[in-house]
């Protein structure tokens, strides 16, 4: 009976401190949404509201209007769609040949490859920028998408996936004279899945969310994505409280819309991913 | 922030001839982008960081000339420089471990049995990771704002003094490591969740048995058991951390008084601001000698770990 009544009072404690936490994690979000439709100037007031007195969607109006949101709406999607789209191309046949195609110079190669890991991106920059200066590519959407499309972690993602292929599935396609590239399209691709899934989410998200690099390479407004937008209107527009919020709102609904549906795949492979290594 | 799984070596298994091509074939589109687009560029940092490459050679790349090491000299007697090392550093050792303290804490609630909608309190806790920056940044900074701001008032009610978070040179980078803390904690604490799924039940069950405490199997059981997957969230964490960009460029600007200035926004303001590129990639190669320290630093305090 007393363990009974001691595990009920641990339980009640433990969910307390579960469902304070989850407020404290979801309330700058649910303040952001709150606000984004409040009459202008009420989301400054004293004392301050959570909730709107009467809800309005004029600011959303006006993002696509008066600050021609819709623009950097398509950019960002647009990036982020091809830079996921290619990336999962050139990572997965690259994963795949260092987890299970014999050459020579493999371990080196990838030993190699894997130093890139420690390097932090900005040390790349400087000369990035002059590069693709010179190849005219400043103020491009492909300034943006050519270094995005391999990344050092993304290789490591799926090869450590492919792995486990069974050779035996390799050798019976070969066996029945496919070629290497049916092989990878018909064999691996399907075998590796879940973990193209983890990988296009991710790479998604991450060029989505990114800003310092798109911030230096893309100087002209035209071209620039919603968080680069977001960041220079923000100081045009800092008193407009209300509007910014539903800029942000409109900045973040896609990438926790991409999550909230796919996150079954998402979570698993960072889960898999971190533990195998 | 990526999250590098280690490499495991395996032996190359027996294949026909011919199938070397085709993995050269494969290779060939990640490896020369990498190559050109990330290694090069890389080594040309490091060459950059001994001319004076500045906005005329921009125009004209031949007035560029060789100056040795004395942009990193400057750099070593310039006080902004070592008041963003300073702060970078404030950054990553505050941020750093109570990120990680706090995914830690969030991991075991939520691996205990007597939970309930694990998944749920899982979704909710990681989407602050998902967000974007730039966009949370924005909302921060209003929460933050020391009149309106909801976090004032409601500290207002703990008998605490409205405080200038983004204004107050002492307080501007508490504020921005608050933020980095709730929108970043999800991420670890999935890969601790992971971890403390791999530990055997039977050896929490073996310590209970001896009589050991939920404290004692926490450090003699859990903690040792975690220990590569506590090394693995550290360095993917204070990479991440001395990385310190978009909060301050968003939030602060750097200000006030270059409070929040980090070694990464001032690689941004001289390299592309003021364009004096060959003293801004010394700036670059000084963070990434400050990271491959405090990586070494970290693997060697695991091993030294009984």
């Known amino acids: 009976m007393t363990l009974r009544w001691r595990t009920l009072g641990t339980s009640i404690i433990l969910h307390t401190v579960l469902v304070l936490g989850a407020l404290v994690a979801l309330m700058p979000m649910a303040w952001m949404l709150s606000a984004s439709v409040m009459p202008a100037g009420e989301a400054t007031g004293y004392p301050p509201r959570f909730f709107p007195s009467r809800v309005t969607f004029e600011h959303y109006g006006q993002l696509f209007t008066r600050l021609e949101l819709g623009r950097y709406l398509f950019n960002s999607a647009f990036l982020a769609v091809t830079v996921t789209a290619t990336s999962l ?43 693709l200066k010179q190849l005219h590519l400043i103020n ?33 396609a070969r066996m029945d004279g496919a070629s290497e590239l049916t092989i990878y399209w018909k064999v691996v ?57 539903a800029g942000s709102v409109l900045t973040v609904l896609p990438v926790l819309a991409v999550f909230l549906f796919l996150q079954r795949y998402y979570i698993q492979g960072i889960m898999a991913g971190s533990v195998k290594g | 922030m990526t999250a590098p799984a280690l490499p495991s070596r395996t032996p190359a298994p027996q294949l026909p001839p011919g199938t070397g091509k085709a993995a050269w074939l494969f290779l060939a589109p990640a490896l020369s982008l990498i190559f050109i687009f990330f290694f090069l560029p890389v ?53 750093g471990p109570l990120t990680i303290a706090l995914s830690l804490g969030a991991a075991l609630l939520l691996n205990a049995k007597l939970t309930r909608f694990k998944t749920v309190f899982r979704t909710i806790y990681f989407v602050p990771f998902v967000t974007t920056l730039v966009a949370v940044a924005i909302v921060w900074r209003y929460l933050y704002h020391t009149r309106y701001g909801l976090l004032n008032y409601g500290l207002g009610f703990l008998g605490v003094e409205p405080i200038d978070w983004l204004g107050d040179p002492r307080w501007a980078m508490p504020a921005i490591i608050l933020l980095a803390v709730w929108k970043n904690f999800g991420y670890n604490m999935l890969i601790f969740i992971a971890g403390l799924q791999a530990i055997p039940s039977e050896l929490y069950d073996a310590a209970e048995i001896d009589g050991a ?39 602060t600007m750097g200000g006030p008084l270059r409070a929040t200035t980090s070694v990464v926004l001032l690689m941004y303001e001289e390299g592309f601001r003021w364009w004096r590129m060959g003293y801004a990639a010394a700036v670059a190669f000084v963070l990434f000698l400050v990271i491959l320290i405090a990586t070494l630093i970290q693997f060697r305090l695991q091993r030294e770990r009984p």
């Open chain 2, 213 to 251: 405490g939920p404290v004692r199997r926490f450090f003699n059981v859990t903690l040792p058991l975690l220990g590569p997957t506590l090394l693995f969230v550290g360095v993917v964490t204070m990479i991440g951390y001395f990385q310190l960009f978009a909060e301050p460029y968003v939030m």
């Open chain 1, 140 to 172: 491009t959407y492909w300034g943006v998408i050519i270094p995005g499309m391999a990344s050092i972690f993304g290789i490591f993602l799926i090869r450590q996936y492919a792995l486990s292929i069974p050779d035996d599935m390799l050798d019976a």
């Open chain 2, 43 to 95: 080594l040309a940092s490091l060459l950059l960081s001994l001319t004076d490459f500045d906005i005329y050679a921009i125009a004209d790349p031949s007035t560029t000339r060789f100056v040795g090491l004395r942009n990193y000299g400057r750099l070593l007697e310039t006080p902004e420089f070592w008041q963003a090392l300073r702060n970078t550093l404030y950054f990553a050792l505050a941020g």
């Open chain 1, 189 to 245: 691709v399907p075998g590796i899945l879940p973990i193209l899934a983890t990988l296009a989410i991710w790479t998604f998200l991450a060029t989505w969310n990114d800003f310092m690099w798109p911030l230096i390479v893309l100087s002209d407004a035209s071209h620039y994505t919603l968080p680069v937008a977001l960041a220079s209107l923000s100081g045009e527009h800092v008193q407009d409280t209300e509007l910014m919020m």
């Open chain 1, 89 to 131: 191309v050139i990572n997965s046949l690259a994963g795949y040949a260092f987890a299970k195609l014999r050459f020579r110079g493999r371990d080196r190669t990838f030993r190699l490859l894997s130093l890139g890991l420690v390097l932090p991106v900005q040390v790349a920059m400087l000369p990035l920028f002059l590069l």
